[in-house]
């Protein structure tokens, strides 16, 4: 097959959401791209799309995800042009990502992954061990708000929805003392001037596919499909593998309060994993390692681990 590179006369279309991060992800692809094929950057459109997520009135509101639709509310506008041929690749953050593609799309490219750990913002405090007792906490993460009140149940957390400049304004406002963001986020925003402390994953273990770049395409486009393998990195690609399907196994959707990373040593994979009540009331979690090319039996063969320690009552949601 002879490879079609795009050109600025028929530009080869990103679809992105249009949040600052969500721009800077997908101008990393663009720039990604023109450099493995040595093409300007007019050969390329990136094109917003608006997803439900992003309703100004709904993250005004605090809306809780559970409510109004859970991880299809950041994805389900983009894919829908992408199935439709409005658009050419779709890129996301992947721990938005559901589980499992519509039919006649596939996600098989990933970035090069940025820093997985969660970062503490306070203007007044350095950790969460230094939050006085009933100090207000704001983050719209089940996951985030289960595992802060695992150590901390004396903590008030409150939903803290929108993006980045969003909460940091929410922040600044006094809407509460402290919140969360993931660090790839800040970096890729070169927001260093942010007064954010990064959380050891031993001390919270981040979302699934945190700081990992998606880029999905339709599963006919043998063209496209060729010119994003060159930007795939295998690495990140074996980590998730194994992350999403200890999350795919749990059924997990932004009602689970479900937590996991995948560490690379050689030929080795380790991944930790983590299930907790909504409440953080209890916590479970353990460690399976194996051969890299074994990532996705290792991360079912956990997930059904922590199922069985959990016992019946555990997942509410199961």
């Known amino acids: 097959m002879t490879l079609r590179l795009p050109n600025s006369s028929a530009p080869l279309k990103i679809g992105t959401r249009g949040s600052p991060l969500a721009l800077a992800q997908a101008y990393e692809t663009r720039a990604r791209l023109a450099t493995a094929f ?9 094109i917003v799309i608006k997803v439900t997520g992003d309703d100004r009135s709904m993250v005004a509101a605090d809306r809780p995800l559970k409510e109004i639709g859970n991880k299809g509310l950041f994805t389900r506008e983009i894919e829908e042009d992408l199935a439709a041929g409005k658009i050419d690749v779709a890129v996301h953050s ?3 990502m559901p589980t499992v593609q519509p039919n006649g799309l596939i ?16 203007s007044n405090f350095s950790q969460i061990t230094d939050l006085p007792k009933g100090a207000v906490v704001g983050t719209s993460s089940l996951r985030r708000r289960a595992q802060l009140l695992n150590k901390r149940p004396d903590l008030n957390v409150i939903e803290f929805r929108g993006n980045v400049q969003t909460r940091l304004k929410k922040l600044s406002d006094g809407v509460a003392a402290a919140t969360f963001l993931a660090c790839a986020g800040l970096n890729r925003l070169e927001m260093a001037d942010v007064p954010a402390a990064p959380i050891a994953t031993a001390e919270m273990l981040p979302a699934i596919a945190q700081g990992a770049i998606g880029i999905e395409r339709r599963m006919d486009d043998n063209n496209t499909a060729e010119m994003l ?13 194994a992350e999403r399907q200890f999350l795919f196994t749990l059924d997990g959707s932004c009602e689970t309060p479900i937590a996991g990373l995948a560490t690379l040593n050689g030929t080795t994979l380790t991944l930790t994993g983590e ?3 909504p409440d953080g009331s209890d916590a479970l979690s353990d460690t399976v390692s194996g051969p890299i090319e074994d990532g996705p039996e290792l991360g079912a063969s956990l997930a059904k681990t922590l199922i069985k320690r ?8 199961h």
């Open 94 to 96: 992947m721990k938005d």
């Open 107 to 122: 996600l098989d490219t990933y970035l090069p992954r940025e820093d997985v750990r969660d970062a503490f913002l306070s």
């Open 229 to 241: 393998s060159a930007i795939h990195h295998t690495e990140t690609g074996q980590r998730l593998a």
């Open 310 to 317: 959990a016992g019946t009552g555990f997942f509410d949601w």
């Open 275 to 277: 299930v907790l009540r």
């Open 38 to 46: 040595d093409l300007p950057l007019e050969a390329f459109d990136i």
